[in-house]
């Protein structure tokens, strides 16, 4: 059974600083369970990077075909308890499974190029990321938070767009709202990097 950690933040609104959120916190809802979820573990890396050192062995070829669906698989319950037991009415949802670009707004692409050379895994990807659309009250956080910064720019299209820029709003989301869940313990290190 893998634990996911979940804490419970409240710091207020707004946020201190120059960035806007209001379309976050009221996007976002008063009372969802934000949930960031980074699914490139370290053996995941490993096979992205085609690693063959033996001290950072990467994942099984036996749990390519399915590893994120089988993460899926275990998470949408265990999200499903915990966004109960929080009385949340939604579960936000910031994760690396949201990759390459769609409709004009990029999630996350460190490793698309590394994505064509494993089928396997991109399929498993895709797979996993359908199970999740699936979910009732799910939303997918890098979608709406990129899609609010195209309306409401912070430096222009060319820099609102850089990756790095994204994560620091979506962190800065993150720090204040009530329900929060990521994993932050060795137990859920096999779905999910728990460094991040």
């Avoid at 096979?47 to 590893?67: I, K, Y």
């Avoid at 064509?116 to 996993?128: G, Q």
Wanted: proline fraction near 6%; charged fraction near 20%.
């Amino acid at each position: 059974t893998t634990l996911w950690c979940a804490r419970e933040v409240f710091l207020g609104w707004p946020l201190s600083g120059e960035v806007d959120i209001t379309m976050p916190r009221e996007a976002l809802g008063t009372n969802s369970l934000i949930f960031h979820w980074r699914t490139i573990t370290h053996p995941y890396q490993m096979t992205l990077q085609n690693s063959t050192d033996p001290s950072n062995p990467p994942l099984p070829p036996s749990d390519r075909r399915s590893h994120l669906q089988d993460c899926v698989r275990d998470l949408v319950p265990a999200v499903a308890r915990i966004t109960t037991s929080t009385k949340s009415d939604r579960v936000v949802l910031f994760s690396d499974i949201h990759a390459g670009c769609h409709d004009g707004v990029c999630g996350y692409v460190e490793f698309e190029e590394k994505f064509r050379r494993y089928s396997a895994l991109r399929h498993d990807r895709d797979a996993a990321l359908q199970i999740l659309a699936k979910q009732p009250r799910w939303l997918n956080g890098d979608a709406l938070v990129s899609h609010y910064l195209v309306a409401h720019p912070l430096f222009g299209p060319s820099h609102d767009a850089d990756q790095g820029l994204l994560g620091l709003v979506i962190s800065e989301v993150c720090q204040y709202v009530r329900n929060f869940l990521t994993c932050a313990d060795g137990s859920c290190a096999h779905c999910a990097r728990k460094v991040s």
